[in-house]
């Protein structure tokens, strides 16, 4: 894993998020779990090698932040925002998370096979959050204080997490660093907010939940992306285009390649980022 200070080690080189870990005079705080079991497994190891797992922090309900949680049972207490537990492993209109989880496995996890659970065994305990708060919540291990700061957008549950001892922040996917911004399930105003909130933050490092670790220089660039995005998206509703049509016309393909490990999802994530943008922006004159 790659050391952004001497107490916060992220790993940005995997298939799914950057899971990430703190280390303090009284324990370890993990945000984020790898979605391979492996890399969970490896990753929890190295943790307690520094101590105790005292936190496990979420700061999404995207599967690819989530599911490594069954691989740190009894590692720490979970902890995320009542967003994320409302929205937990939920199957929606678009995707299956645990059908998504499971279908990384042969290309990118081989050896995770084995220790990879059957659905019903995984629903009958995925280690949901035994702490699980709304607004902005405050934890505590050795002398680091952790804030979770409820910055929805991205996701209703999205937190990013504030170490001020280390000049760090976690942001989880509000920011995709030079990575294709996943946006189909989002509420792009909001984000925007949050992205001026966490700008407000003294920091020296940001770690995206994807993508290499960057600053807070790159939060206006995550800006100008969701802004192009939707621009875009609104002009051709101005023009009259179908849904199918601005799907065609509205590409931002060339702008970043896709996070590892997911390359062939680029069609899907343009399609998808597209047409739900379309829904939300057409919406007000559709009459009838
Ligand atoms: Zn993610």
Known sequence: MENVTPNVRTHTGLRGCNPSYVTTADGVVVIDTPQLPT???AMREEAES???IRYVVNTEHHVDHIFGNYFFKGAGKIVHHQGVADNFMVVGPILDPFAYAAEAIPTDDPGGQEIFPDREVYE???NRGQIVFTGDLTLEAGDHAFHLIHTPGHTPG????HVPEERVVFTGDTVFSEVQTWLMSSDIDEWLVALDRIAGLDVDHVIP?????TTTGYLATQKAVLLEWKA?????????W?????IQHVNFAERYPVDIGQEY???YIQRHNAGALWDQLSAPFVRG
């Not at 875009?232 to 009259?240: F, K």
């Not at 179908?242 to 601005?246: A, F, H, L, N, V």
């Open 39 to 41: 890399r969970a497994v």
């Open 50 to 52: 520094h101590g105790a």
């Open 124 to 126: 009958r305990d995925p």
């Open 158 to 161: 999205q937190v990013a997490v």
């Open 209 to 213: 939940g994807h993508g290499p670790v």
């Open 232 to 240: 875009a998206v609104a002009t051709a509703v101005a023009r009259g």
């Open 242 to 246: 179908s849904r199918e049509e601005t």
């Open 265 to 267: 999802m680029m069609e």
